[in-house]
């Protein structure tokens, strides 16, 4: 297998991961980038929390980006709003062709002797095996790390390992689980 190689390499299409290929576009226009995301779409964090009320606990105006500014009247914005700006800046920068989406980053290597990173990758849907070199590259990954998603309330389907089913005081039965690893 032959990796492809780009200059620049960013682990994750989150908040931070396409504010980061936001920079480096315009400060380097000629330099070749990738951006790795586990995912299937942009927006880390914000993309993979969809629950009723999720929000920012930090106000837009610090948390955002000082390129694009956030003009809504909501300061701690709310968590579909802030996906759809992150989705917006990855368009008006000309990104969504940059991401390379349902990767798990499996290893990355330093050399000293290349001066380069291979990052070992695989694409979860087929199982295929890819590989990316690179000159420098940026771990945007996020805070969490999905491990497993649990939905649903009275389903039957496996579950992860630390998942108890418990009965809410209306009576209803629901799973709970860390549905991510820590770092």
């Not at 003009?71 to 996906?83: C, F, H, M, N, W």
């Not at 008006?92 to 798990?104: A, N, P, R, S």
Request: glycine share 10%; aromatic share 14%.
């Amino acid at each position: 297998m032959s990796a492809q190689h780009y200059d620049i390499v960013i682990i994750g299409a989150g908040l931070s991961g396409i504010g980061t290929a936001c920079h480096i576009a315009r400060q380097f226009p000629n330099k070749s980038m990738a951006i790795i995301e586990r995912r299937e779409k942009v927006g880390g964090t914000w993309d993979l929390f969809r629950y009723p009320g999720i929000r920012s606990d930090s106000d837009m105006a610090s948390f955002g980006f000082e390129f694009k500014p956030w003009y809504s009247e909501k300061v701690l914005a709310k968590g579909g709003d802030i996906r759809e700006y992150v989705a917006e800046t990855a368009r008006e920068f000309g990104l969504y062709d940059k991401v390379q989406y349902g990767l798990k980053l499996d290893n990355a290597d330093w050399s000293s002797n290349e001066q380069q990173w291979t990052l070992y990758t695989q694409h979860e849907a087929s199982g295929e095996s890819r590989e990316f070199t690179c000159g420098f590259m940026v771990n945007c990954a996020g805070y969490y790390t999905t491990m497993t998603m649990v939905t649903g309330h009275t389903s039957t389907e496996k579950r992860a390992s630390r998942a108890r089913l418990f009965t809410r005081s209306n009576g209803r039965k629901s799973w709970i689980t860390a549905a991510r690893r820590w770092w």
